[in-house]
């Protein structure tokens, strides 16, 4: 259940019911029943080995991996102390600028605009971290929207132990729609980018600027890196998405997201 994992069987069966109790939940559209507090992850590597788990039961292929909480300032804001990555499932998994998609899909979820890469090259597991100057040239932008939400419900939590579930619940994440490449990013001043949010054509979302948001390149480095620790490698077309951009923005059925990233393009959703 995880590289390095040091713990009981006992313990691992615990975890891996979790685990599996969550990929059915996916499946299902639906959220996990309580959870007790001896199933609670404990620690970072625990939360892990119950999102591997959660990946094994939902058994589809990825189209890449996702990272949030990529800014020391929203890490601050959220309770995290490091990065909370997260699988992105093909079936949930949607390319153009301008889609319909089941909004039985999404109970309780919400879109945020995020900026994705996709990897042209594999980045294969080595020794060694990898760099920003090694991916960058390997990498090519598309703007995205991230549709979040969880199968569980901590109401009452710590903001502690509530992290620990969201990494276990793959991240938060559902799906994602990724928008056309954009051929030439190198020029963009990524952290004061506006993007204008709307759903349903209510006021924009407010943006992370500034510290709120990461150096997206930097997020994926970092990602590929943490990624590598616990065996897994990116694959040539895999996509790297790098943590909110804007607030998140509550959808139901019938609703209409419009993404305006500017010069970058324009995403939009109907949830039908």
Not at 136 to 147: D, N, Q, S, V
Not at 184 to 204: A, C
Request: proline letters at 5%.
């Amino acid at each position: 259940m995880g590289k390095g994992m040091d713990m009981s069987r006992e313990r691992m069966q615990l975890l891996a019911g979790l685990g599996n109790r969550l990929g059915a939940a996916w499946q299902a559209a639906d959220l996990i029943g309580a959870v007790a507090e001896d199933e609670l992850p404990r620690n970072r590597a625990e939360a892990y080995a119950v999102q591997d788990q959660m990946a094994i039961a939902i058994g589809e292929p990825l189209t890449g991996w996702k990272v949030g909480a990529t800014s020391a300032r929203m890490r601050a804001l959220d309770g995290h102390d490091d990065v909370i990555p997260g699988r992105i499932f093909k079936s949930v998994t949607w390319q153009g600028n301008a889609l319909k998609l089941p909004a039985n899909r999404f109970p309780q979820a919400r879109v945020e605009t995020e900026f994705a890469f996709r990897l042209v090259e594999a980045v294969p597991l080595r020794d060694a971290p990898w760099r920003v100057d090694e991916l960058a040239p390997i990498a090519r932008l598309h703007p995205a929207i991230e549709i979040i939400g969880n199968r569980h419900d901590l109401p009452d939590a710590a903001a502690s132990v509530r992290s620990l579930m969201t990494i276990a619940d793959n991240g938060g994440g559902i799906g994602f729609v990724f928008g056309d490449a954009v051929a030439d990013w190198s020029g963009i001043n990524f952290q004061q980018h506006p993007i204008s949010l709307r759903v349903d054509g209510g006021d924009e979302a407010e943006n992370f600027l500034g510290e709120m948001r990461c150096v997206p390149i930097e997020a994926v480095t970092e990602l590929v890196n943490h990624l590598q620790v616990r065996g897994f490698a990116l694959k040539a077309g895999d996509f790297v998405s790098t943590g909110a951009a804007t607030v998140p923005q509550h959808i139901r059925k019938g609703s209409k997201a419009v993404a305006d990233f500017g010069a970058l393009g324009v995403i939009k959703l109907d949830f039908e």
